[in-house]
């Protein structure tokens, strides 16, 4: 089984721009988390999405926006980049979401926002 | 609210010795426990989870952790380590009605030859 990939792996943007990063779950996976990690602030969860529905959501700015379609596979929107918002995010799938099942990761999209 | 401390953020260790990474959580509720590995450039990895029972839990690559619930630990433990186990190591927590993992901020293991 193919794991989660996401695309790009690395994206370099100046600041006010705007980033999509995209993510394909496992297949099956119905549920896609995505999560925030810098150095400072260590791991982030920015929200989850299970059947096209965000289903949770962390605390971050409303610039920070996401989407799943049909096929489960998720796209996360940043608008107006921030230098702070240089990180690598991560996305997460799981078969259903819930607490005690494992969320398999994806290697992530570095962005770099100069 | 939950949070996860991991009480090292470095842990330098020569080949073949043992090591502990320790975690502690605080939660009103219950929770699951998990540690996950990361190595440069890539993603998350799942070494083990408590979800319920047996408090001593074995996973991947030969890591074992106790889970103490008076002392809201999950301390992981490996009787020997290898150079391959050079990562960063993440203990998280989840509700067992939440959807989201709280991470710790990570213990950066090095292994020394």
């Known amino acids: 089984k193919a794991g989660v990939t996401q695309t790009p792996r690395y994206l370099i943007k100046t600041r006010g721009q705007q980033v999509t990063l995209s993510c394909s779950p496992i297949?099956?996976?119905?549920?896609v988390s995505w999560y925030q990690q810098t150095p400072g602030q260590g791991l982030q969860f920015l929200f989850e999405?299970?059947?096209?529905?965000?289903?949770n959501k962390g605390n971050f700015p409303g610039r920070f926006s996401g989407r799943q379609f049909s096929n489960s596979r998720s796209e996360m929107n940043v608008s107006t980049l921030e230098l702070g918002d240089s990180a690598l995010y991560l996305c997460?799938?799981?078969?259903?979401?819930?607490?005690?099942?494992?969320?398999?990761f994806g290697p992530g999209t570095r962005l770099t926002v100069l | 609210a939950q949070s996860v401390t991991q009480l090292d953020s470095q842990v330098p260790v020569f080949e073949e010795a043992p090591v502990e990474l320790r975690c502690n959580y605080s939660?009103?509720?219950?929770?699951?426990l998990f540690w996950y590995v990361q190595y440069p450039n890539q993603g998350l990895q799942l070494l083990l989870k408590?979800?319920?029972?047996?408090?001593l839990v074995k996973g991947i690559n030969g890591f074992e952790a106790e889970f103490n619930k008076s002392q809201t630990s999950f301390h992981l433990r490996k009787p020997s380590v290898h150079i391959s186990d050079t990562a960063e190591y993440f203990c998280?927590?989840?509700?067992?009605?939440?959807?989201?993992?709280?991470f710790g901020t990570g213990t950066s293991l090095t292994v020394i030859p």
């Open positions: 997460a799938s799981s078969s259903d979401g819930r607490a005690y099942n494992e969320q398999f």
């Open positions: 297949s099956g996976h119905r549920s």
């Open positions: 999405y299970f059947s096209e529905t965000q289903r």
């Open positions: 939660s009103s509720v219950s929770v699951y």
């Open positions: 408590y979800l319920s029972g047996s408090t």
């Open positions: 998280a927590v989840r509700t067992n009605t939440g959807n989201q993992f709280y």
